[in-house]
């Protein structure tokens, strides 16, 4: 289908819809072995088109919890080719077949928090402790910038992994008297931010994780996506940064949904459609 809507498309990154819905199984009764096939052939070839337009992805979700039965995560730049995706995804499986129970809308961005460019020797030095000038410096340096380069482009243009179990949650920072994280220093902020990268570092290849910024777009301020390959570690790298004064202090989480990524045939099966 062609969209000849003027592109809508962020300075950097790409827009996030997190989709979750519930199925009508009463309605999807009332439709016969032949018009249910139809309606799975219809939302397997969405699927693909979605997977086959350019800089776009899309992860196919059962939900493990009655909040919903099945979820997307959707990534494009343009934000009415997402939009136009989103609406034809909710009436895929036909009219009455889905209800949408939750959504939010973000970017993917590098956050304020990161090392400049600027910073780049002086993070070399400490991370190295060689002198600057010298010719192990400057290979040092290069390597830094090579992996900053390779950070800073999987936050900004990510690839969804494969992982089985995936985890979606939002959150906003607190500004309660004494509790208010605008109102202190960015050095500050920069500090404590650093303290609770450094937890999430210690969880690499057990959690893939990817915060997309949403002040403006949603009703909290980031959506937090987590991939795994069991739940112990999606429970145990948010159970151990809530003890991080970022989490403890300054704070506050939406609902969590929980979901397994599983192929299109898997998940009508699981679904029972």
Request: overall charge negative; some cysteine; charged content about 20%.
């Amino acid at each position: 289908m062609t969209d000849l809507s003027p592109a809508v498309v962020p300075v950097e990154g790409w827009h996030v819809l997190h989709l979750f819905y519930k199925i009508e199984y009463g309605q999807w009764s009332l439709l016969t072995a032949e018009e249910q096939l139809r309606a799975k052939t219809n939302l397997t070839a969405l699927v693909q088109e979605i997977r086959a337009t350019p800089q776009t992805q899309l992860s196919t979700l059962a939900v493990v919890s009655p909040k919903a039965d099945l979820g997307f995560m959707l990534l494009s730049p343009d934000l009415n080719v997402a939009h136009g995706f989103e609406k034809r995804i909710s009436q895929a499986l036909g009219a009455d077949a889905l209800t949408a129970v939750y959504s939010y809308l973000s970017l993917t961005e590098l956050g304020e928090y990161g090392t400049p460019e600027h910073e780049y020797p002086a993070a070399v030095e400490r991370e190295t402790n060689l002198p600057p000038g010298t010719a192990e410096f400057e290979t040092a340096l290069a390597n830094f910038r090579a992996r900053m380069t390779k950070y800073n482009k999987d936050k900004l243009y990510p690839n969804l992994p494969g992982w089985p179990v995936f985890c979606f949650y939002s959150m906003s920072k607190r500004r309660s008297v004494g509790q208010n994280w605008y109102s202190l220093p960015f050095e500050e902020r920069k500090r404590l931010m650093g303290g609770h990268a450094r937890i999430g570092r210690q969880w690499h290849g057990k959690i893939l994780q990817l915060i997309t910024g949403s002040t403006g777009l949603d009703d909290d301020e980031w959506g937090v996506t987590l991939f795994a390959h069991n739940t112990s570690h999606i429970k145990g790298i948010i159970y151990e940064m809530r003890f991080d004064p970022v989490s403890a202090q300054y704070s506050d989480f939406g609902e969590f949904y929980l979901g397994l990524q599983l192929p299109l045939d898997e998940l009508f099966r699981r679904l029972l459609l």
